[in-house]
Structures are given as structure tokens and as C-alpha cells.
């Protein structure tokens, strides 16, 4: 079980029961999630351990939550995380709670990521989200300074790769 903590608009879309905050069963933890309202809309989601995110299609709203762990396995495949930690990860996301957003830090984050995803999107002339998520990841995010600075290293870490991510 793992809790998606939603900004209010996406809140608004989704209409779930919202629960106080618990701990998560998964090694990754809580998730944040909001929309991005580019046409057709996107659901970027972060991680509040690692800010890894995972840019997925909004649409269909009702199932967000019974899709995100498909996206989450493609995102966790393409950083090189290994076949073992994504089934442990998705065995135990069969269950999901939706919370308010409570950590500034990573609401900070993914406004940051927001407008830098809107700048890629529109540079690269590229509408890749697995791509586009991936070059999120490497961004360096203040919460992460005393650490390993960039989300995608700090997942790696966090998996038991310590290797540099390039």
C-alpha cells in the first residue's frame, strides 16, 4: 500500500476519499501527484524519497491510480533499476490511499519540474514522457544536497546501485 499525496486540482478531478497520512509499504514511500494542463493533459507524479518523477496521461482520471504502477515500472526500468526491486515495488502497490500534499519541499519540486518539463516539451519538440521524465530526473533539487543531488542517483541508491548515473 502506498499513499498519493494530490494537489487540490488534481483532487478535484479525481473526487477520492482522502485519509490522514499513514506510512507507505513500499520502499519508495509516498508519491505527490498534480496535473499538468498541456493538451492532452499530463499527470506528473514525484517521489517525496527519491523526486524521481513519472510523467503519465491524465486521461482517464478515474484509473490514475491502477495505471501509475504500470508507468512507474517503465520509468523504473529505463533509469536501469533491476527486475527484482520493481516487482518487490509493484507487489505492494496493490492498495492506494489519497492524501492531501503536506511536504512543501516536494510541492516546491514539482512546480520547479513543471516548468521545466513545459521547456522541454516545447525545445526538443519532443512529447517522449518515459524521455522527458528520465532528463527530470537528472536535475539537481536542493532537498537532495547533503546526499546525491540528483533524483536519479538518489534511486539508485536507494536500490542498492551505487554506481554514478551519467
Request: with cysteine; charged share 15%; proline share 7%.
Amino acid at each position: 500500500m502506498f499513499y498519493l499525496h494530490c494537489t487540490q486540482r488534481l483532487l478535484k478531478r479525481l473526487n477520492p476519499e482522502v485519509v490522514e497520512v499513514g506510512s507507505s509499504t513500499t520502499t519508495l514511500g509516498n508519491w505527490y501527484a498534480t496535473v499538468l494542463p498541456w493538451k492532452p493533459q499530463i499527470a506528473m507524479l514525484v517521489n517525496e524519497r527519491t523526486l524521481v518523477p513519472v510523467l503519465m496521461p491524465l486521461a482517464p482520471a478515474a484509473n490514475l491510480a491502477q495505471r501509475f504502477p504500470g508507468a512507474l515500472a517503465d520509468i523504473l526500468a529505463a533509469h536501469g533499476i533491476p527486475d527484482s526491486f520493481i516487482e518487490s515495488e509493484l507487489s505492494q502497490m496493490h492498495a492506494i490511499k489519497y492524501a492531501r500534499t503536506q511536504n512543501r519541499s516536494v510541492v516546491g519540486i514539482m512546480t520547479q519540474f513543471a516548468y521545466l518539463a513545459e521547456a522541454y516539451r516545447v525545445g526538443d519538440k519532443n512529447d517522449d514522457l518515459i524521455a522527458l521524465s528520465l532528463r527530470l530526473a537528472h536535475t539537481p533539487c536542493s532537498p537532495l544536497y547533503k546526499g546525491a543531488v540528483f533524483p536519479d542517483r538518489a534511486l539508485k541508491q536507494l536500490t542498492g546501485d551505487r554506481g554514478v548515473v551519467a
